[in-house]
């Protein structure tokens, strides 16, 4: 398949306990998860910040980047880099932001959803080459939630307003044993404008965002390394193991057990 062939995945990793500095330019195209922690981040002296997890930094050829750990502390690293022409593409339109001041950062709105979406990217990766079609695709929705994540509009009210508090009850509790055609009788719309209002936010429907946020859950507890799979499926909301399994398979490309063996962190 053509279509992929125009970009490779230079290098990845997570680095739970990083204390590393960089001070240098970039060969390729990157982007950089600060997990926990805080850093300083910029360009050379010039525009630096202090980044507070969860944030995202992204960084390309040319400028003299420099980032690290606050003095006396270390942070979460998580990372992917790439070259390859289709980058020139993310850029002309914008999936690959590249501002004119080079400050390029972000503070997550909906962390968890992106942390679930960066790891099932890295984890593509430990199964598939750099340039497989697979990992070209996951890294355009990667960067796709770059332009998902500024917070709603505060001018919302009535059951639009509801929804969205809906919406942030979902996030905060995936887990829980939600009714989406009861929250919408209880919201006083119907199951058709519940969907369209959640559509216009997430880009999916309340189902598919459940499922989704269930899955980012479940793979935040099985790289925690406490529970057993088994234990993690009830803890995000299922009951039915084989149900869990397939989701989660089709979510992040390998088994539960599997995805815990690879990304769990250090004790």
Known sequence: M????????????????????????????????????????????????????????????????????????????????????????????????????????????DPLGFEGEFFALLSLLKEREPDDPRVVNRLEGLLLLLHQQPPRPPALRGVAARIHQLMDAVDAAPEADWDFAAEAERLGCSPAYLRRVWKARHGCSPVETLQRKRMNLAALLLRQNELSVDQVLREVGYEHAGYFYRLFREHYGMAPGQYAREFQTPG
């Open 2 to 109: 053509n279509y992929f062939q125009d970009l490779r995945v230079f290098r990845f990793n997570h680095a739970p306990d990083y204390d590393q500095v960089v001070d240098h330019s970039m060969q390729t195209y990157a982007l950089n998860y600060v997990r926990e922690g805080r850093i300083y981040f910029g360009i050379r002296h010039e525009n630096r910040v202090e980044l507070k997890a969860p944030a995202l930094f992204w960084t390309w050829p040319g400028p003299w980047w420099q980032y690290g750990a606050m003095p006396g502390s270390r942070w979460d690293h998580a990372f992917i880099s790439w070259k390859g022409e289709r980058t020139q593409r993310f850029i002309k339109t914008n999936l690959f932001p590249m501002p004119k001041s080079g400050r390029s950062f972000l503070h997550l709105s």
